[in-house]
């Protein structure tokens, strides 16, 4: 019914920055909030950030100062815009969305990750 599409993701020295786009498609009435999640090897998954439909936003303590979430309802995106990178942001990230569709209410749903490595 919905797809998550991840990209952006890649290797990139420490310091340097990336921006991860992800969209949504199919058979989409309203798109809530959407957030980005990342779960690094051996770890638990964490909430990064998450933009709601107003556009207010929230992040995790760890990347505040160096992340920055925006969206684009038009185009049905969300946006993450990560600078100053660390090794220890490396993870899979996963685009998250609470989407309402002709057959479901508020459904949850999640894209397939893309890999950021951060590494000298």
């Known amino acids: 019914q919905v797809q998550l599409v991840e990209s952006g993701g890649g290797l990139v020295q420490p310091g340097g920055s990336l921006r991860l786009s992800c969209a949504a498609s199919?058979?989409?009435?309203?798109?809530?909030?959407m957030a980005w999640y990342r779960q690094a090897p051996g770890k638990q998954r964490e909430l990064v950030a998450l933009?709601?439909?107003?556009?207010?936003?929230n992040l995790a303590d760890s990347v505040k100062g160096r992340f920055t979430i925006s969206r684009d309802n038009a185009k049905n995106t969300v946006y993450l815009q990560m600078n100053s990178l660390k090794p220890e942001d490396t993870a899979v990230y996963y685009c998250?969305?609470?989407?309402?569709?002709?057959?479901?209410?508020?459904?949850?749903?999640w894209g397939q990750g893309t890999q950021v490595t951060v590494s000298s």
């Open positions: 933009i709601t439909s107003e556009g207010r936003t």
């Open positions: 199919g058979s989409i009435l309203r798109i809530y909030t």
């Open positions: 998250n969305a609470g989407v309402d569709t002709r057959y479901t209410l508020r459904g949850d749903y």
